[in-house]
């Protein structure tokens, strides 16, 4: 079955450092999705984007994060400068366009932990 | 999107059924219902959604209202592996990319052997 794969499983960084998480989507989806869950909360929607540019975007996704599908087959998430509180899950997610109710497949996500 | 509202905990025998309740009470009639659950930190898992009619899949059915006020999804033999937290969401389908999950804090299904 085709999944959605994360990279790496588990950072660990200085606050203040820049971090970038990767994630492969499913080939032939179009929609990609960052979501994060801090320990023992909600999982949060931070972006979606589509056809190279961000579709919508959550108020935690301020200037230090940003996206980018850099080669066709990766999208990442960068967040430029980590604080504390960026200590998360995140998630990536995609899925196709099949008119109708459609179907998001998460990866199994990214543990960052910042220190 | 329609709010949903969901019991905060569940309990189960192992082998039984379980039953997770899920309220919607303002649904609008082009929102579908969607069941993910969510396996100790790991990411959301799709299980099944509906409009109206009831469904049924490898995983689980999904039996809607009549009134499509609220839904139960059914785990019919659950096992250890189903312990989980499962999400209730209903969510119109608005356009191509404006389409996201809101998850709430779901209702936290406990398998006891």
């Known amino acids: 079955e085709p999944e959605v794969t994360q990279t790496p499983s588990h950072q660990v960084t200085q606050m203040g450092q820049e971090v970038i998480l990767r994630c492969v989507p499913i080939?032939?989806?179009?929609?990609f999705y960052w979501y994060r869950q801090i320990l023992g909360q909600k999982v949060e929607f931070l972006v979606s984007?589509?056809?190279?540019?961000?579709?919508?975007k959550s108020e935690i996704f301020d200037d230090q994060f940003s996206v980018e599908r850099p080669d066709g087959s990766n999208f990442t998430l960068k967040i430029r400068s980590t604080k504390l509180e960026d200590s998360a899950m995140y998630f990536c997610?995609?899925?196709?366009?099949?008119?109708?109710?459609?179907?998001?497949?998460f990866g199994a996500g990214s543990r960052l932990t910042v220190l | 999107d329609a709010k949903t509202t969901q019991p905060t905990s569940m309990d189960c025998a192992e082998g039984r059924a379980a039953n997770l309740p899920c309220n919607h009470s303002?649904?609008?009639?082009?929102?579908?219902v969607y069941w993910y659950r969510q396996i100790h930190s790991q990411g959301p898992q799709y299980i099944i959604h509906?409009?109206?009619n009831n469904e049924t899949n490898e995983m689980a059915s999904l039996i809607i209202t009549e009134d499509r006020k609220s839904s139960t999804l059914i785990l019919p033999h659950a096992t250890l592996r189903d312990t989980a937290v499962y999400y209730c969401?209903?969510?119109?389908?608005?356009?191509?990319?404006?389409?996201?999950?809101?998850f709430g804090k779901g209702t936290l299904l406990t398998v006891n052997p």
């Open positions: 080939s032939n989806h179009l929609y």
């Open positions: 969401i209903a969510l119109s389908y608005s356009g191509g990319s404006n389409y996201k999950l809101t």
């Open positions: 303002t649904i609008s009639g082009n929102e579908y």
């Open positions: 984007f589509y056809n190279n540019e961000i579709s919508e």
């Open positions: 509906g409009l109206k």
């Open positions: 997610a995609s899925r196709e366009d099949r008119g109708g109710a459609n179907v998001l497949t």
